[in-house]
């Protein structure tokens, strides 16, 4: 498996557009995570999905944020609009209940 | 609520010498612990996991515990290199199959 995929891999917009972040997930897992990691705050859980299901999106910080599983092998994290606070990383990870977690390489995401 | 704290947050020691990095958790219900290792502007990388039913794992130079009663877990480098220089995170999965972390360490290992 080659592991979680995520792309782009670098993404810069300007202020309002809409950004899609993609993540496929490892073949079999069953959680998958979003993350945002800023030198500010560190590591931020924004959602999870259990079998496709979210399960808790408390993390997401507003409206602008969404996320979307339609199927087990690709998520979504969209946000509309953009606007330079959401400057970070963001990660994808997933996993099964009782193993490890794995990490996608992340996606750099600069708004301007 | 699990919180996880990782103490110190930032170590340097010279090569050659064996490091314990420390991770404690409030809830003692939780389902395994993850040691990751972060390069700077790279993703996190899975070093060990140590379900809770284990005491600790090992993978070479490294070496994982795990004390639920305490809630603590840490991590053992044994013979420290300059290549070991990254930060490392602990994360607890608790009761609602989330991954709670702690801050780091960002260690550095002096040639």
């Known amino acids: 498996d080659a592991g979680v995929i995520q792309s782009p891999r670098h993404e810069v917009t300007e202020m309002g557009q809409e950004v899609t972040l993609r993540c496929k997930p490892i073949?079999?897992?069953?959680?998958l995570f979003w993350y945002r990691q800023t030198m500010m705050r560190g590591l931020e859980l924004l959602i999870y999905?259990?079998?496709?299901?979210?399960?808790?999106d408390s993390g997401m910080p507003e409206d602008r944020f969404s996320a979307k599983m339609p199927n087990a092998s690709f998520s979504t994290l969209k946000i509309q609009p953009s606007e330079p606070r959401d400057s970070a990383v963001y990660f994808c990870?997933?996993?099964?209940?009782?193993?490890?977690?794995?990490f996608g390489q992340g996606t750099r995401l600069t708004v301007v | 609520k699990q919180e996880v704290t990782q103490i110190p947050a930032a170590l340097s020691v010279p090569e050659g010498e064996n490091l314990v990095l420390n991770c404690s958790f409030t809830?003692?219900?939780?389902?395994?612990l993850q040691w990751f290792r972060q390069d700077p502007g790279k993703g996190l990388t899975s070093l060990l996991l140590?379900?809770?039913s284990q005491r600790e794992q090992t993978s070479g130079r490294l070496n994982a515990s795990l004390d639920k009663s305490s809630g603590r877990s840490t991590l053992y480098i044994a013979a420290s290199q300059p290549g070991d220089s990254a930060t490392y995170l602990c994360?607890?999965?608790?009761?609602?199959?989330?991954?709670?972390w702690g801050a780091g360490t960002k260690l550095i290992i002096k040639p």
């Open positions: 073949s079999g897992h069953d959680y």
């Open positions: 809830d003692s219900a939780i389902y395994n």
């Open positions: 999905f259990n079998n496709n299901v979210p399960i808790d």
């Open positions: 994360a607890a999965r608790d009761s609602n199959y989330q991954l709670i």
């Open positions: 990870a997933s996993s099964l209940v009782n193993t490890e977690a794995f």
């Open positions: 140590i379900q809770s």
